[in-house]
């Protein structure tokens, strides 16, 4: 397969060096488009890719396009690659809120579409992409868009009224994970221990808690049980967090983001 990627920033950069990696394709079976030849020339350094400027030239040489900008520049793209022949070719799209009807009824024509939300925590292999792909994708296709996202962590299928729903729990979720680490580091600093010492230690608990879950397949209230001694330290810890309506918040803010996907 020949890969072609529109856009070369944070998510390209993580599916381009898992790629490389896990070696399912080599620098020259790789085209990348950038606007900047900055990023054109890292590419080019990093990865051992081909680049141009040119979106066009991308879908021509590509049999896998992954469109890989920001959702407002989908328009302005994809009225640059209309009109060519998709014979072959299957588009890739990593945009919230852009349906497969919406970009397929962009182009004009039903082009085979593989909808798939990735997240930050691919750039350090251990990413989680929701995917689902359009009735035109073929079943080759289909199973190396998976062998690919797979190279830089875990990929669950889902049907496509549920992207929105994955854009909250995983595509954005980092961003409440980092949050909840600096809350954590910001605690510790507070009672004396040294900041980097004290991210270090939040960011490890965040790591070790999160492999509990997919590892032991325990229930994470299980797993909290386990942890919450009678009259112990972290039932204190626990109590104030239901105080203060932790859970509530956590699921008010993923909703609010599912909304605003559903509504891009």
């Given amino acids: 397969m020949r890969i072609g990627f529109i856009g070369l920033g944070n998510m390209a950069s993580a599916m381009i060096c898992g790629m490389r990696r896990e ?21 080019r350094k990093e990865w051992g890719i081909r680049t141009t400027e040119d979106n066009r030239e991308v879908v021509l040489d590509s049999d896998v396009i992954i469109l890989a900008v920001k959702p407002q520049f989908f328009e302005e793209v994809i009225a640059q690659i209309r009109g ?82 994955v854009v909250g729990v995983s ?9 909840f680490i600096e809350a954590m580091a910001d605690g510790a600093v507070a009672c004396g221990l040294p900041r980097k010492t004290a991210y270090e230690m939040a960011a490890q608990a965040v790591l070790g808690s999160a492999k509990m879950v997919l590892e032991t397949g325990k229930h994470p209230g299980e797993l909290k049980d386990m942890v919450c001694s009678p009259g112990g330290t972290t039932i204190q810890a626990v109590k104030v967090l239901e105080e203060k309506n932790f859970r509530g918040t956590v699921m008010a803010a993923l909703t609010a983001c599912v909304e605003k996907s559903k509504n891009m």
Wanted: hydrophobic share 40%; net charge negative; charged share 20%.
């Fill in 23 to 43: 070696s399912l394709a080599e620098g020259e079976d790789i085209l990348g488009s950038a606007k900047t030849q900055a990023t054109r020339d890292r590419a």
């Fill in 84 to 165: 060519i022949n998709w014979e072959g070719k299957t588009l890739v799209s990593l945009a919230p809120g852009k349906t497969v009807r919406w970009i397929q009824e962009q182009f004009g024509f039903p082009i085979p579409v593989v909808r798939c939300m990735p997240n930050t925590p691919a750039l350090v292999g251990e990413g989680c992409s929701g995917v689902c792909a359009s009735e035109e994708v073929t079943e080759d296709f289909r199973s190396y868009v998976n062998l690919m996202l797979s190279s830089f962590g875990r990929v669950v299928e889902v049907g496509e009224h549920l992207m929105d729903a």
């Fill in 171 to 179: 595509g954005s979720s980092p961003a409440y994970v980092f949050l």
